[in-house]
């Protein structure tokens, strides 16, 4: 069965730094792009970050400077690190694989393939 678990959520301070974890089980990483999105409350989904099949990376604007992505293909692990934590971090993170396509494609949602189930980030002093 195939399921992407994040962890790492959960009520941090402003300026502090937070490290996500996407577990992949039941497909080969090394074939898929994993990608970062976050949702706020009464927001629309948005793509922060992509790490590509061969560890390159993308970064959308509203995060760029304060976020890192990792990958370990053979632990079936995914890091996302982020820095400098805003209360307009707050949302809900979800990571996502999408097969073989460039970092771009990974934050369009309408290529993903698998869904991992999220996990709460509030940024509140």
């Known amino acids: 069965q195939v399921h992407l678990v994040e962890i790492g959520g959960g009520l941090v301070q402003p300026g502090d730094s937070l490290r996500l974890s996407c577990g992949v089980r039941g497909l080969t990483l090394e074939n898929f792009a994993i990608g970062w999105f976050r949702q706020a409350p009464g927001k629309e989904r948005e793509g922060v970050a992509c790490?590509?099949?061969?560890?390159?990376?993308y970064f959308a604007d509203t995060v760029k400077g304060r976020i890192t992505t990792s990958r370990d293909d053979a632990g079936g692990t995914v890091i996302l690190i982020i820095d400098s934590l805003k209360p307009d971090d707050t949302a809900d993170y979800y990571c996502?694989?999408?097969?073989?396509?460039?970092?771009?494609?990974?934050?369009?949602?309408?290529?993903?393939?698998?869904w991992g189930q999220g996990t709460q980030v509030t940024v509140s002093s």
């Open positions: 996502a694989a999408s097969p073989q396509v460039s970092v771009k494609r990974c934050l369009n949602s309408s290529y993903v393939q698998v």
């Open positions: 790490i590509g099949r061969r560890g390159n990376v």
